[in-house]
């Protein structure tokens, strides 16, 4: 009941009187009296449930009668049609309901999704992938430590040669005894001149750690120098060289640079 402008007190105090009466009270054209309680569920709950139970679901959608009353033309509790604006208030009431129940639908059904074995499968391929180490970058070599190095990669070559030699006819010869002898000695001076050098401890134990493997399988071969040469006994074709002895010149190949004054 529209009372803008109305200035008479009685009217007032009658219209607010009539609306909490549960007898119909008649009022300039309307009929005004307080329906009592809300008889129906709430839309609100009734959504809500059906959300937290869809097994108790026997059609899952919004009431046609509920949606075929908001099209009809809205009237009040008397039975006279509203005014635009009361109409528009009435409406957005009703939407603003409906909104809070299709949030709290969108809240439910997120807490409720399972992600699929797929995405978990694909989640730890993605983890267990081994990250990308960043290159530690070298200091450069000394004079000392690239001497040394240089050496060692000199006799990597040469004891490639001697296992080769060992597995043939040079294994029953004395050629080949003799260049191992003389690699031993080699390396044994090697690492007397390791430990009078300059370099750090931890470097020179590497280098030292290097050297006694080549020590050990040094140690493996023929030593024994008593034999005679298969190549006065006819058995070596190799020419007039012998491959035992030029394989210690590949430490003057591979090695470059001269020792270091102080070495």
């Known amino acids: 009941m529209d009372l803008t402008g109305e200035m008479n007190p009685e009217i007032i105090a009658k219209a607010v009187w009539s609306c909490y009466q549960e007898k119909p009270t008649p009022l300039q054209g309307f009929t005004l009296y307080d ?21 108790e679901i026997e ?14 033309p809205l009237e009040k509790k008397g039975g006279e049609p509203m005014k635009g604006s009361e109409k528009i208030l009435s409406l957005t009431k009703r939407l603003l309901k409906v909104t809070e129940e299709l949030a709290e639908i ?3 059904c997120i807490e409720g999704l399972e992600i699929p074995e797929e995405a978990l499968r694909e989640k730890r391929l993605e983890e267990e992938k081994p990250k990308p180490t960043i290159p530690i970058k070298e200091e450069p070599l000394t004079e000392e430590e690239l001497y040394f190095t240089n050496q060692l990669r000199g006799y990597k ?12 006819i040079c294994h029953d010869g004395c050629s ?20 009078k050098s300059s370099l750090p401890v931890k470097k020179k134990e590497k280098l030292r750690r290097e050297m006694d493997g080549f020590e050990g ?3 493996g071969l023929p030593q024994d120098t008593s034999q005679p040469c298969q190549k006065t006994v006819g058995n070596c074709t190799i020419g007039s060289g012998c491959f035992a002895n030029a394989s210690l010149d590949l430490l003057k190949l591979i090695t470059g ?3 270091p004054s102080n070495v």
């Not at 059609?59 to 009809?72: A, L, N, Q, T, V």
């Not at 040469?158 to 080769?164: C, E, I």
């Open 35 to 55: 329906p009592g309680s809300f008889a129906e569920t709430g839309f609100s709950c009734c959504l809500t449930w059906r959300v937290k139970h869809p097994e």
């Open 59 to 72: 059609g899952w959608e919004i009431d046609e009668k509920f949606i075929r009353k908001i099209e009809e």
């Open 106 to 108: 969108a809240r439910l």
């Open 157 to 168: 070559g040469v004891l490639a040669a001697f296992k080769a030699l060992d597995g043939d």
């Open 176 to 195: 080949f005894p003799a260049a191992v002898i003389s690699a031993q000695k080699r390396l044994k001076n090697l690492k007397a001149s390791l430990d």
């Open 217 to 219: 399988v040094l140690q």
């Open 257 to 259: 640079s001269a020792s």
